[in-house]
């Protein structure tokens, strides 16, 4: 029982306190060989109350990485316990991913520590990154349709409202909200190319949104923990090097000899998911909702229908639909995470099959 509040205990501040926490963890594993990654998950969120508790500033969200030249995990020394255990490691890792999930209902100050945690963990090997960026698109794959299906339900159930009570908007109402559910591969790829076009969707779903602002906050609660695993995936991408084709092939039932070669860990990569810290600081789930509000959240919709509908490049049927499938996504991604990340997603894609090649020897894991 001792072993969750000595997890959050190493997140003290004070070196002293931290230092003797981690000893006593250590002692408890050798003791109890495989006793520590049980209690992980309950650790990490208790030292989020911890870290909570000692939060000077209340409109700063809470990080989960020392704000120092290290910005090392708070909870990298948990890790390093548990990450030599190939089952152990990737059973807490799928724990801690699976409180994204949007049925977990876990707030998103969490969610943006957990994220915080999985980003600066000191990974040593090109299997533990891979293996969450697995995960995390399984996750949106799941979490994404359902987000969706629930806020177009919410525009739909008022559209009808709106006919009965004005039958001659009919034909207007029915148009609008066939531009909200109809497929975007069924209409011409000019909405990748055009700003106008991109309005004229804006303005179509603004028309079908329902007089109660409730579903609006919903959805961008809600999508705040796919917008962080989507940051986190792409943080991950540009901090590893890796492409696109080594994390559309990895497979987690692989030999753990193919991807045991050491990381070589690009250097000014920062975890920063403006978006909800944005979120976070503006207490925009407790705020009176405006017209600038509604319109960028709507277009959050619209990015991440986007982003949904080309999520597996492997759906495409033609040769020449991929790159087009795959530079809408990337174009997706790079507008729901705020254009925050193309100058190192750049970066990373220089080095492309980097990773694919021999191994260098020259990784490292801090």
Not at 67 to 77: G, M, P, R, T, V
Not at 190 to 199: A, G, I, P
């Amino acid at each position: 029982q001792c072993v969750p509040y000595l997890i959050a205990m190493g997140t003290d501040p004070e070196p002293a306190m931290r230092n003797k926490a981690d000893q006593q963890l250590v002692e408890i594993d050798k003791k109890y060989a495989g006793f520590i990654h049980m209690k992980a998950v309950a650790g990490m969120k208790m030292s989020y109350q911890v870290q909570q508790a000692i939060n000077t500033c209340l409109k700063d969200p809470v990080r989960g990485f020392r704000q120092d030249e290290s910005s090392s995990a708070l909870c990298s020394h948990l890790y390093s316990m548990i990450r030599g255990n190939r089952q152990h490691r990737r059973a807490f890792l799928i724990s801690l991913l699976n409180l994204f999930d949007d049925t977990a209902k876990t707030e998103v100050n969490m969610l943006l520590y957990i994220a915080d945690n999985l980003a600066c963990f000191p990974y040593q090997t090109q299997e533990e990154p891979l293996f969450i960026m697995h995960h995390i698109d399984i996750t949106l794959s799941v979490s994404g349709s359902n987000l969706l299906q629930s806020f177009k339900e919410s525009m739909v159930k008022d559209k009808r409202k709106e006919r009965k009570s004005s039958p001659s908007k009919e034909n207007e109402s029915s148009e609008s909200e066939e531009e909200v559910s109809r497929p975007r591969k069924s209409r011409k790829r000019v909405d990748s190319d055009s700003d106008s076009d991109s309005e004229d969707d804006i303005n179509s779903v603004m028309k079908c949104l329902p007089e109660n602002s409730a579903p609006l906050i919903e959805f961008a609660n809600v999508s705040q923990g796919i917008l962080l695993l989507l940051m986190l995936k792409q943080h991950l991408k540009n901090l590893c090097g890796f492409s696109d084709s080594k994390i559309q092939k990895y497979s987690p039932s692989e030999s753990a000899k193919v991807y045991d070669k050491a990381i070589n860990r690009k250097t000014g990569v920062h975890f920063h998911p403006k978006q909800t810290l944005d979120f976070l600081r503006s207490d925009m789930a407790n705020s009176k909702i405006t017209e600038d509000v509604k319109r960028s959240i709507v277009k959050q919709y619209l990015d991440f229908k986007l982003l949904m509908e080309h999520l597996d490049p492997d759906e495409e049927e033609e040769e020449g639909e991929v790159s087009a499938s795959t530079n809408a996504r990337n174009k997706a991604i790079t507008s729901l995470l705020g254009g925050g990340s193309p100058k190192n997603n750049a970066a990373a894609e220089t080095e492309d099959d980097e990773s694919d090649g021999e191994d260098r020897g020259g990784g490292t894991s801090g």
